[in-house]
């Protein structure tokens, strides 16, 4: 281990080593078959007990002594109907609770097999070759996906961290609050008492380029730890106990934050002082020492408070003695000159905006009843023998049959209702008016929501990763291979290469209204090219081949970056060439963040150990 000298810390990068030979570069495969195979045992296996339960208390207990007593009265003055009536939620609450059980059961199962045939350990593992330890890496960040997605955007969202630690993917501490967010879901520790504010992510593995390396390193928070939100924390961190981080501070890679009541702000987060944390949060020395005693300070507060309402009560009994009960109100003059139209709020708020959109809402009514038609059909079929034991026990399998054929027929029906927009007024680029009246602005808004709803479902659905058949309907130009991790992207004006990666809460938008305008330009992503997570692309980008933007950045608007170089910031700036295939992949660089040092350091490389001769070495420079 060596201390890095003041240059290289400027640099915040280490120096890339010349190749001794061309490296390898393999697709990364993806065994799509293996992961449809996990997601309908999961899915299935979580609806069949629950889904026997429920029908057969529907069946034998919920009709015969509710829906099917003649008399209205009998309702609620025999026992059993009124037993049928209060227990129905509640059965269907037991039936939803066991659900979230059994899947977190068989996540779990599936999640130790694949530990037993390939651990998850901290490391590098090599993007551009293709070996087990990758493909079980990209296992396991499927799997966890679909329970992930039931928890966090179920009735108890609360219940995640219960899955989390059930399955063995994290270590959660109790009294630990982790708030909604796209990657919080695998390899990390977090100790007690601790606040993961919104969107914040504990990005456990960072991907540097389509053949470039895995950064997959357990992340470690300690007790009494908070996020304000939007905080990103890299691999290999170690955030120690007391440590406060301000909203949107993050860490890069192997960051080491002492803690200890210190306060952390920037990208890359850096120590501030008190004074800075009273200038920023608008406060006084008295206040941080007080917080430092919280219950004391509370005791106080509730003390002055209660004084203080003591004292108003005191000044509005001697204020109404002194005028008398009898006094007149006085009249308040309403101008007979102010025309409604003076009272609107202006086009250009956010409010007025979405007004406009309310007019097009009327095009969910056809798209709903034609696939609403279509559910029924299907209802029809399954059900017109009678509810048999075979129509129950194959019942979790017709569900997710009636969601995506609800899905894909709104998706039809808003592909034929696009066609007749389009056809009355064609798509272009540029930059237009974004008021009411503007033709070119209302037809994107009716675009908008057209495409709206198809996208939204998809991306609600058991299979979220589905959305990109959703793109293509809508013209958006994808090549094979290439995927959206939870991310948002414009349905128009956007083409994606081959193998492109596009990372966890990015934001693409081929469209944005700025002050009276609306701009509309393409965004083209070349093949191999990546979008760091939580990343934003301004309309007209254009990433090059091999391109890399890092994470927690911007580009502005028409910016282009260029063919196998790697860029960051706001806006992106060119860092360094994309060369991740090329580097030592046994070499990590810790930062100390409170000291302002730098450490370099061995590590072992995660790969297969015949496949360890296909990469570089320490030995090798030697």
């Known amino acids: 281990m060596r201390i890095m000298t003041k240059q290289e810390i400027d640099n915040d990068r280490p120096s890339i080593m010349e190749p001794l030979k061309e490296p390898i570069r393999e697709d ?80 779990r199962v599936f999640w130790r097999i694949t530990e037993r045939i390939s651990p998850s350990k901290s490391g590098i593992i090599p993007r551009n070759i293709r070996s087990k330890a990758a493909n079980y890496y990209h296992l396991r960040s499927f799997m966890i996906k679909y329970g992930k997605n039931v928890f966090t955007k179920g009735a108890f969202p609360w219940m995640s961290n219960w899955f989390y630690r059930f399955v063995g993917s994290a270590e959660i501490g109790k009294r ?30 960072l991907v540097q380029g389509i053949f470039g390396n895995i950064s997959y390193f357990r992340i470690k928070v300690g007790d009494n730890v908070t996020f304000a939100g939007m905080n990103q924390l890299g691999p290999g961190c170690e955030i120690h106990d007391n440590s406060y981080l301000l909203p949107l501070a993050s860490t890069s890679k192997h960051s080491i934050l002492k803690g200890g009541h210190n306060y952390y702000f920037g990208i890359p987060l850096r120590k501030i002082f008190k004074k800075k944390i009273m200038n920023y949060l608008g406060i006084t020395r008295k206040d941080i020492e007080r917080n430092e005693n919280i219950e004391k300070a509370i005791q106080e507060l509730k003390s002055k408070q209660k004084k203080k309402v003591e004292t108003e009560e005191e000044e509005i009994e001697e204020e109404l003695e002194e005028e008398g009960e009898d006094e007149e109100e006085e009249d308040i003059e309403v101008s007979e000159e102010l025309k409604e139209e003076e009272l609107n709020i202006d086009f250009t708020t956010s409010s007025a905006i979405s007004r406009i959109n309310l007019k097009f809402l009327a095009v969910y009514l056809p798209i709903f009843w034609l696939a609403g038609l279509t559910i029924s059909i299907y209802w029809y079929e399954y059900t017109k023998e009678g509810i048999q034991l075979s129509t129950i026990l194959f019942l979790p399998i017709s569900i997710i049959f009636m969601i995506y054929i609800f899905i894909f027929a709104c998706l039809i029906f808003s592909k034929l209702i696009l066609i007749l927009v389009n056809l ?11 008021e009411i009246g503007d033709t070119d602005y209302e037809f994107w808004m009716l675009r908008t929501e057209i495409k709206k709803i198809a996208l939204w479902l998809l991306r609600n659905s058991p299979l979220s990763w589905l959305d990109m058949l959703a793109f293509k309907a809508f ?24 193998k492109v990666l596009i990372g966890q809460g990015a934001t693409i938008m081929s469209s944005m209204v ?15 090219s990546m979008v760091g997570g939580h990343t934003t692309i301004a309309p007209g980008t254009i990433i090059g081949h091999d391109g890399v933007i890092g994470a927690i950045s911007s580009t502005s608007y028409c910016q282009v970056l260029k063919d196998n170089w790697i860029y960051f910031g706001f806006p992106a700036i060119p860092l360094k060439e994309n060369k991740y295939a090329e580097e030592r992949r046994d070499l990590i660089i810790k930062r100390d963040v409170d000291d302002e040092k730098k450490f370099e350091m061995d590590h072992e ?6 496949k360890k001769t296909l990469i570089k070495l320490k030995e090798d420079e030697d």
């Open 176 to 205: 630990t609050t982790i708030e909604e967010s796209v990657g919080n879901d695998k390899f990390y520790n977090i100790g007690d008492n601790c606040y993961i504010g919104v969107n914040s992510t504990l990005a456990s593995h």
């Open 28 to 107: 990364i495969n993806v065994q799509y078959y293996l992961y449809i195979t996990v997601f309908l045992l999961i899915y299935y296996g979580s609806w069949l007990i629950p889904g026997l339960a429920f029908f057969s208390y529907i069946l034998f207990f919920f009709v015969p002594y509710f829906l099917e007593i003649n008399n209205f009265f009998s309702l609620f003055t025999e026992l059993k109907s009124i037993i049928a009536l209060v227990t129905f939620p509640l059965v269907l609450i037991g039936c939803y609770l066991i659900r979230l059980l059994l899947i977190g059961i068989i996540t």
């Open 424 to 434: 009355i007024h064609k798509p272009k680029e540029g930059i237009f008016l974004a």
């Open 475 to 498: 013209g958006l130009r994808m090549g094979g291979g290439s995927h959206l991790n939870d991310a948002w992207c414009d349905a128009e004006f956007v083409d994606v290469g081959r």
């Open 514 to 528: 700025i002050g009276k305008y609306l701009i509309i330009k393409k965004i083209v992503f070349d093949d191999y």
């Open 605 to 610: 490389v995660n790969v297969d150990e015949d």
